[in-house]
């Protein structure tokens, strides 16, 4: 490794690289038509984000940019970056189409992608880096992802959105 990886930072830098090109796949969001497949669709991504972000290997490369953080900061700032400004970034887009198309109505998309990330992961993910022995399984991921899309859907009836909307399950 070292012959291939002078450095430790040279090492995470490809880590990472590597992660956000595997976290890629778990990314795609079709254009939806309805409503019930906007919920459906975000769900589903819910999902899949929650079980890639929560994988041993996911959480070991989060632990070790933590821990080189400090002595070199462009790391957490490139997984923050390319991670988690990219995921708010695509699912902030599948907001807008879906307002745009008139399936939904937010306050904002930002808002709405915001409220959406903070209730799916909630402590989950620093639960995790904490302590290994406590990851969520199938059903706990799939509640989580299923709560995160009912309070978004919940969030179309504030003020300033137009009419309350019933939630449509999935």
């Known amino acids: 490794l070292h012959s291939e990886f002078p450095s430790t930072s040279s090492l995470l830098e490809a880590m990472i690289s590597h992660g956000v090109?595997?976290?890629?796949?778990?990314?795609?969001?079709?254009?939806?038509?309805?409503?019930?497949?906007?919920?459906?669709?975000?769900?589903?991504?819910?999902?899949?984000?929650?079980?890639t972000?929560?994988?041993?290997?996911?959480?070991?490369?989060?632990?070790?940019?933590?821990?080189?953080?400090?002595a070199v900061p462009a790391l957490g700032r490139a997984l923050l970056e390319t991670g988690a400004g990219r995921t708010r970034a695509i699912?902030?887009?599948?907001?807008q189409a879906a307002s745009?198309?008139?399936?939904?109505?937010?306050?904002?998309?930002?808002?709405?992608?915001?409220i959406f990330f903070r209730i799916l992961l909630g402590d989950?993910?620093?639960?995790?880096?904490l302590d290994p022995d406590r990851r969520p399984d199938e059903a706990e991921i799939a509640a989580r992802?299923?709560?995160?899309?009912?309070?978004?859907?919940?969030?179309?009836?504030?003020?300033?959105?137009?009419?309350?909307?019933?939630?449509v399950a999935p």
């Open 124 to 129: 989950l993910m620093v639960t995790a880096l």
């Open 91 to 95: 699912v902030r887009d599948f907001v």
């Open 53 to 70: 972000m929560l994988d041993a290997e996911r959480i070991a490369l989060y632990r070790a940019a933590i821990a080189e953080a400090a």
């Open 21 to 51: 090109k595997e976290m890629a796949g778990a990314l795609t969001l079709a254009a939806p038509t309805t409503r019930r497949d906007f919920l459906a669709t975000l769900e589903a991504f819910g999902r899949r984000f929650l079980a």
């Open 100 to 114: 745009a198309a008139g399936l939904v109505e937010f306050p904002s998309a930002e808002l709405a992608m915001t």
């Open 145 to 167: 992802a299923r709560l995160a899309v009912e309070v978004l859907a919940r969030l179309e009836g504030m003020p300033g959105t137009g009419s309350p909307r019933q939630l």
